[in-house]
């Protein structure tokens, strides 16, 4: 008989647990998604995708245009698992990404930083995401780790391997890391599996999620594509996020944003799922932003994105 592990406790808050669309409200989102996918299609930049979607039934238009049918999208709903466990560097459960699950890390990738010391913003350096590795590791209320900065003071090329490398050797809590290319991920699960023991200890106590974004919920970049494939190939997790702002990259209004957001994360899920059944995948809150019309940037945090944006 085979037991569940046992998972740390997730700490729950009402903006996560809390329903903020009717079953109604829902269902209508998830129809938009899927005509999308079905009717209007997206464009992958991927031969190894197109092979994929060619294969599975997909019509493929005007060389990259992809329309998902909606019994492709439903299948690749029902062969994710449900329930994903991600374990800590030594193997121990860390989060278990249920139902009303809730928890908490840094973010990626800043740089820039505002000296500890003397308040000065300058660029980033290796020790500033070293000392950052070693703080989030000490404090017990922060579950997993990101690169939080791009270290200005190693070679542009390979920044990526220095911030995994800082992250497996200063901390043991779960491990989200970013990306340019399909080597990004390649060589950050080349680095894992190294730490972990090998490949199949690896597979079944996966310790780092692959953190993947897209030009757009419309084009997805050869570049991300490839990483969800590598990530899936191996069995191991990735978050989909395609870029959604709204007023360039989505339409402007929400209920638009959230069902094409939703459409993109729904076409790298069935993928996975093409490249892998039954390959774990992470779901993305489908909101990002909006753009700020006057300046032209990216409201990123803004108020009306909505709960556990």
């Known amino acids: 008989m085979s037991v569940s592990p046992k998972v740390p406790s997730a700490r729950r808050f009402a903006g996560c647990s ?37 294969g599975a039934g997909a019509a493929v238009l005007d ?22 466990v991600i374990h800590d560097r030594n193997g121990r459960p860390a989060m278990s990404f249920g139902e009303g699950a809730c928890y908490f890390g840094v973010g990626s990738d800043c740089a820039w930083i505002h000296d500890p010391e003397t308040g ?10 070293e000392n950052g590795v070693r703080l989030v590791d000490s404090l017990p209320n922060l579950d997993f780790l990101m690169s939080m900065f791009i270290p200005s003071d190693v070679p542009a090329r390979i920044y ?45 106590h996966p310790f780092v999620i692959n953190y993947v974004n897209t030009v757009s919920a419309f084009r997805h970049n050869e570049e991300s594509v490839e990483r969800l494939l590598s990530a899936a190939e191996r069995n191991l997790p990735t978050i989909y996020a395609p870029a959604n702002c709204r007023g360039s990259t989505a339409p402007m209004s929400v209920a638009g944003m959230m069902a094409l957001g939703n459409a993109g994360q729904l076409a790298g899920l069935v ?5 892998r059944e039954g390959s774990p995948f992470i779901m993305n809150h489908p909101s990002v932003g909006a753009l ?16 556990c944006g």
Request: net charge neutral; glycine share 6%.
């Open 18 to 54: 809390q329903n903020w669309l009717t079953e109604k409200q829902q269902d209508l989102l998830h129809d938009a998604s899927l005509e999308i996918m079905a009717d209007i299609g997206m464009r992958f930049c991927s031969e190894r995708a197109l092979a994929l979607f060619r």
């Open 271 to 275: 993928l996975s799922q093409l490249a």
């Open 160 to 204: 990526e391997r220095h911030q995994m490398k800082a992250m497996l050797e200063l901390s043991t809590k779960p491990i989200v890391f970013c990306g340019i290319e399909k080597a990004s991920t390649e060589i950050a699960i080349s680095m894992a599996t190294a730490v972990a023991g090998g490949e199949r200890e690896l597979e079944r």
């Open 120 to 129: 000065d913003l300058r660029k980033a350096l290796l020790r500033d995401l």
């Open 63 to 84: 060389g990259n245009l992809v329309r998902i049918p909606r019994a492709l999208t439903e299948k690749a709903l029902g062969t994710a698992p449900r329930d994903i």
């Open 292 to 307: 700020d019309m006057r300046w032209m940037r990216d409201l990123f945090a803004s108020p009306d994105k909505g709960p």
